[in-house]
T-cell receptor, first 113, second 113 residues
Framework: DQQVKQNSPSLSVQEGRISILNCDYT??????FLWYKKYPAEGPTFLIS?????DKNEDGRFTVFLNKSAKHLSLHIVPSQPGDSAVYFC????????????FGKGTRLSVIA | NAGVTQTPKFRVLKTGQSMTLLCAQD?????MYWYRQDPGMGLRLIHY???????AKGEVPDGYNVSRLKKQNFLLGLESAAPSQTSVYFC????????????FGPGTRLTVT
């Protein structure tokens, strides 16, 4: 049973436009969420995170929105650049105990010049 | 700082052979993790460790063993490799659990024939 779901395996966006990547979760105990970015032949790298006490966190071109009632979060990239083309993983964890992160299956973003 | 390093980068095994993957981190992190990534499956946790001398099972631990004899190293062993273990393996480390970001190594591509 997937606790973290990324229902879109892939997404194509024109350069300069907004990219919106979505993530849904089922476990109501999750209260910390992260996005990772992965280029081919490299390990994932941390991009941005959000705690459940917030509904928005912004870092430059990247903004993560959290809707706790809907158990949904989204990553907005604006403006999108060709270098943003990568696989994006959503991850979640409860903020207590030693339970590791649970990752979604990822969404492949292609930004077309 | 080298961050997280993995040895080897590539390996081909025959069914039934054994091997050990080495992960090393120089960030003095307490937590270390082993993941496998398969097409369409995202990152799945194999085993993890919350400190030197400790190990715990993740989502897909069968067929693997791990050891954390030194804080900076986390070893993943395959006792009798199977074609189903063909995958890309990533090691990661973090200062703590949950709210702390994980730093990933570059990956090891393993093929079992």
């Amino acid at each position: 049973d997937q606790q973290v779901k990324q229902n879109s395996p892939s997404l194509s966006v024109q350069e300069g436009r907004i990219s919106i990547l979505n993530c849904d979760y089922t476990n109501s105990m999750f209260d910390y969420f992260l996005w990772y970015k992965k280029y081919p032949a490299e390990g994932p790298t941390f991009l941005i995170s959000i705690s459940s006490i917030k509904d928005k966190n912004e870092d430059g071109r990247f903004t993560v929105f959290l809707n706790k009632s809907a158990k949904h979060l989204s990553l907005h990239i604006v403006p999108s650049q060709p270098g943003d083309s990568a696989v994006y993983f959503c991850a979640a964890s409860p903020n207590s105990g030693n339970t590791p992160l649970v990752f979604g299956k990822g969404t492949r973003l292609s930004v077309i010049a | 700082n080298a961050g997280v390093t993995q040895t080897p980068k590539f390996r081909v095994l025959k069914t039934g052979q054994s091997m050990t993957l080495l992960c090393a981190q120089d960030m003095n992190h307490e937590y270390m993790y082993w993941y496998r990534q398969d097409p369409g499956m995202g990152l799945r946790l194999i085993h993890y460790s919350v400190g030197e001398g400790t190990t715990a099972k993740g989502e897909v631990p069968d067929g693997y063993n791990v050891s954390r004899l030194k804080k900076q190293n986390f070893l993943l062993g395959l006792e009798s490799a199977a074609p189903s273990q063909t995958s890309v393996y990533f090691c990661a480390s973090s200062y703590g659990g949950q709210a702390y970001e994980q730093y990933f190594g570059p990956g090891t591509r393993l093929t079992v024939t």
